[in-house]
């Protein structure tokens, strides 16, 4: 292999393409015909040489190397976005049927084995335990709460959050409520309206999240075992957990619901855009299993959404952004390794990617007759919110078919 084999990204976030060159937008490229510098927009030509030309963020031009249609190896490929996905396990009452142990005096633990650090600590995933002991009056809203309330005290002392954990009841709905103000990592709550009648200490309260979306039993539980005595909306309620939810100060999907078996609701946590350096982590999606120990006879673990990194997400495109310009070692690179980066991603932006690899075959080792292969992938991160995709796929719909 030529020691020039490698991998080019680029980053299109504006409308790509113009007939020419010189009027190229930053962020936008297209492929051209080497012979007359003509945009093309349409197949390829079998025997034309193009290049893909992109004009970057500091404006500057780059060029992918020459190539026809022949020097395309296998099938080009297109990507449509798709979001990352966060993991849910539940551990209990699932949804549709469990429930939580509630035998007296009673140790029970789980233990909580984090996949996404395989690789730190001599290779092996970190494991973390939640222990609760039942009393000697055991119920399910006893275990369930202690065991929430100690994943979520074991879960914050991580230098990242990787998962909040919230109960799910199968009861019934008792009393519509709206306009509570609920705020993330915050027992107390208010409500615009008088529902002193309503809201009684005891009284367990389901959260619509995201609000909105369309109520279910799935949806996180918390009991309220206080109140200041405050008179009509000027009552300040207490639950037994910090609401793990999205703050809102005007949530108009609760209610208060008679009980039912009670269960443990996981949901990972991942890297927020705002909180990735492409320069320095490695795009990753939160993994984990739960493993209860011996003490719990009936409760059972349901994997109910698997976690997915996604496909062209910002953390992903940035991150390649970085491993690409670190692997431009050409002549015009007067330092290597490469000490600065440019960073096209943008924050919360999704793209969809065009790839194929080509081939020089053109050098022949005269004393040998050997001819080494070159391999260079190109991929085009077309930004789906701003963008069109100025006819890749058509260029490349001779090899693959594909439709942007």
Request: glycine share 8%.
């Amino acid at each position: 292999m030529f020691e020039d084999s490698k991998t080019e990204l680029y980053v299109c976030s504006v409308t790509n393409g113009n007939a020419a060159i010189a009027a190229l937008p930053n962020n936008s490229g297209a492929f051209y015909k080497t012979s007359d510098h003509s945009i093309e927009e349409g197949a390829l030509e079998a025997g034309v040489e193009y290049e893909f030309i992109f004009r970057n963020s500091k404006g500057v031009l780059n060029k992918s190397p020459r190539f026809t249609s022949s020097d395309i190896v296998g099938t080009p490929s297109y990507m449509a976005a798709s979001a990352r996905v966060e993991q849910v396990t539940y551990f209990g009452y699932n949804g549709v049927s469990g429930s939580i142990d509630a035998a007296n005096s009673t140790y029970y633990s789980l233990r909580l084995v984090l996949d996404h650090t395989f690789g730190m600590l001599n290779n092996s995933p970190l494991m973390l335990t939640v222990p609760y002991q039942s009393d000697s009056s055991a119920t399910q809203s006893e275990v369930a709460a202690g065991l929430a309330i100690e994943a979520t005290k074991v879960i914050g002392r991580q230098a990242h959050k990787f998962a909040k954990v919230e109960r799910v009841n199968s009861g019934a709905q008792l009393v519509a409520l709206d306009n509570l103000s609920l705020q993330n990592g915050s027992k107390y709550f208010t409500s615009a309206d008088d529902d002193t009648g309503s809201i009684l200490v005891g009284s367990i309260l389901r959260v619509e999240e995201p609000e909105n979306n369309g109520g279910a039993v799935t949806d996180p539980c918390y009991v309220v075992v206080a109140h200041d005595g405050g008179a009509l909306a000027a009552r300040i309620y207490e639950l037994d957990q910090p609401f793990q939810g999205v703050t809102n100060a005007e949530h108009d999907q609760c209610e208060t619901v008679t009980e039912g078996n009670w269960g443990l609701k996981f949901t990972g946590i991942s890297v927020a855009d705002a909180q990735f350096d492409p320069l320095t982590d490695t795009p990753f999606v939160v993994n984990f299993d739960i493993v209860p120990n011996e003490n719990f006879e009936t409760a059972v673990v349901t994997e109910s959404v698997q976690p997915f990194i996604g496909r062209g997400t910002y953390q992903l495109i940035a991150a390649q952004e970085v491993y690409t310009q670190f692997q431009n070692k050409t002549r015009e690179v007067c330092r290597y390794p490469q000490t600065q980066y440019l960073q096209s991603a943008v924050a919360g932006a999704t793209y969809a990617m065009f790839s194929f690899v080509i081939q020089n075959t053109a050098y022949t080792n005269v004393g040998s007759g050997q001819r080494p292969i070159s391999l260079c992938r190109i991929n085009i991160a077309n930004e789906t919110t701003a963008v069109v995709g100025d006819a890749f796929d058509t260029v490349l719909t001779s090899a693959d078919g594909s439709v942007a």
